[in-house]
């Protein structure tokens, strides 16, 4: 039995590659609005733990109202960068699924060729099964 060579291994683990690489990209992405929103949240905590202690003169109420409106930038900052994250996000998952089922695709075509190949084989040694039983009833 001759062994199965599929003639486009080359593209199937070109494209796993890519599959691989386009998810560690999904994954990276994912971890950086993950981590934009947990920088943003820590900010919020901050904001509320200032807003609510009383300022004892008007000194320390202009501080904390300065205090309170950088916060609050710096909350619709973080806000700004978490959207243009997921964005990225966004497009590196379209990219992946592509990738994915570009690898998919490529697979299901080694496993069909991979059968025909199985049936061929089969066939090859079912007529030589044949050819030895016709030698034998005739010797």
Not at 80 to 86: E, P, R
Not at 102 to 111: K, M, N, S, T, V
Not at 118 to 124: T, V
């Amino acid at each position: 039995m001759a062994k199965f060579k599929f003639r486009l291994e080359t593209v199937r683990k070109v494209r796993d590659r890519a599959r691989e690489e386009a998810k560690r990209l999904y994954l990276e992405a994912i971890a950086r609005r993950v981590q934009a929103e947990a920088a943003r949240d820590e900010i919020r905590q901050r904001l509320a733990a200032i807003a609510s202690f009383p300022a004892r003169d008007l000194t320390d109420r202009f501080s904390q109202d300065a205090m309170i409106l950088r916060l609050t930038d710096d909350v619709s900052s973080q806000e700004t960068v978490i959207s243009i994250l997921v964005m990225e996000e966004e497009e590196a998952q379209k990219a992946y699924l592509q990738a994915r089922q570009d690898a998919e695709a490529i697979e299901r075509l080694r496993e069909k060729r991979y059968a025909e190949w199985l049936a061929e084989e089969d066939r090859l040694e079912n007529l030589a099964l044949d050819e030895w039983a016709t030698q034998r009833r005739w010797a």
